[in-house]
């Protein structure tokens, strides 16, 4: 079973830089890297949004708000993917889950982000 944790959150001032990561702690590398992966994220009130996906390929998407600004990249050696964030905006301000692209269950707990203005 795919499970993932996700980290890196915290409080940050506008303009400045986060890295999250999102490991699979029981996954092994043959069920790591088939995975397309995706950071979403949910502020308060609004619906869970995809910001970025990688494929196993490593083909990225990213949602039109953080072009330009957000990295999304995997490391399947330590079965992890990561979100840098650079010029954080208070609109980034959300939850932060990774999951499996088109999975709409088994959610972690994510991660805060919290972007001061």
């Known amino acids: 079973q795919v499970r993932l944790v996700e980290s890196g959150g915290g409080l940050v001032q506008a303009g400045g830089s986060l890295k999250l990561s999102c490991k699979c702690p029981?996954?092994?590398?043959?069920?790591?890297?088939?995975?397309?992966l995706g950071w979403y994220r949910q502020a308060p009130g609004n619906q869970r949004e995809l910001v970025a996906l990688i494929t196993s390929t490593r083909t990225t998407n990213y949602h039109d708000s953080v072009k330009g600004r957000f990295t999304i990249s995997r490391d399947n050696s330590r079965k992890t993917i990561y979100l840098q964030m650079n010029s954080l905006e208070p609109d980034d301000t959300a939850v932060y889950y990774c999951n499996q692209v088109g999975r709409n269950d088994a959610w972690g707990q994510g991660t805060q982000v919290t972007v001061s203005s």
């Open positions: 029981r996954c092994i590398t043959s069920v790591f890297n088939p995975l397309d």
